[in-house]
């Protein structure tokens, strides 16, 4: 499977990240061992854990929902922050990265569905948030693209209309915000159940994990 989605995400352009969360350190170095480098873990603890365990040239992605009081655990190694959804937030990140002196990208989620077990920015209050000069003088957490999530659902048509909104999205505050800079160039969408809609809508980096390490207990 891994190749396969490897050559799918490759042919479209996106970056696939290895979903890793729950699942022993053996797991990630059979996908490491072939030449994979990019996992994606939810919860702090255990990505500290494995960051000490394995290799030092894994890029470490946080995926999950962070609370402030723990981003100083992750800063001194993580490579990119997908879910980032409030200015507060942003902040501490910002602490944190001059402390450690690196700057870290951090992705903005986005939520363009109508389920309460989601969060994120809607996208008025994304564009809100671009309006404000707060996040523009941040030095050291560097908003670099958004991540998003669609419904969870079998219905192909809402799917593709929330992952085309996204992209819209991407694509306007790209225009307006970063016309001139490189920074603004992730756009973190699609799972297991709908990475190929994803891409066809124009994701540029997928989150993937039972498909590739089989399902979670
Ligand atoms: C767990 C998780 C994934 C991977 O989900 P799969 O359906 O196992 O591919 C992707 N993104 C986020 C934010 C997750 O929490």
Avoid: C
Wanted: charged share 25%.
């Amino acid at each position: 499977m891994y190749t396969q989605l490897l050559q799918e995400a490759t042919a479209a352009n996106a970056a696939l990240v290895a979903v890793s969360k729950r699942k022993p350190n053996e797991a990630i170095m059979e996908l490491y061992d072939q030449g994979h480098r990019d996992f994606g873990e939810n919860y702090v603890q255990e990505l500290v854990d494995k960051y000490e365990a394995l290799p030092k040239d894994i890029r470490w992605h946080f995926i999950g929902t962070l609370q402030r009081n723990k981003v100083k655990y992750i800063a001194p190694f993580v490579h990119l922050i997908h879910g980032v959804d409030s200015l507060k937030l942003m902040a501490e990140i910002d602490k944190r990265g001059q402390q450690n002196g690196r700057i870290i990208d951090v992705l903005l989620q986005v939520d363009v569905t109508q389920e309460d077990t989601k969060h994120g920015f809607t996208p008025a209050q994304l564009i809100e948030t671009m309006e404000q000069s707060d996040i523009h003088r941040l030095a050291w957490a560097r908003p670099s693209g958004i991540m998003g999530m669609a419904s969870h659902t079998s219905d192909v048509e809402l799917l593709g209309l929330e992952f085309q909104q996204l992209k819209d999205l991407f694509e306007t505050v790209k225009k307006d915000y970063y016309d001139r800079r490189p920074d603004w160039n992730h756009l973190s969408m699609g799972m297991s159940g709908d990475y190929q809609l994803a891409l066809k809508h124009g994701s540029s980096m997928l989150r993937v994990g039972s498909l590739l390490f089989g399902k979670r207990d």
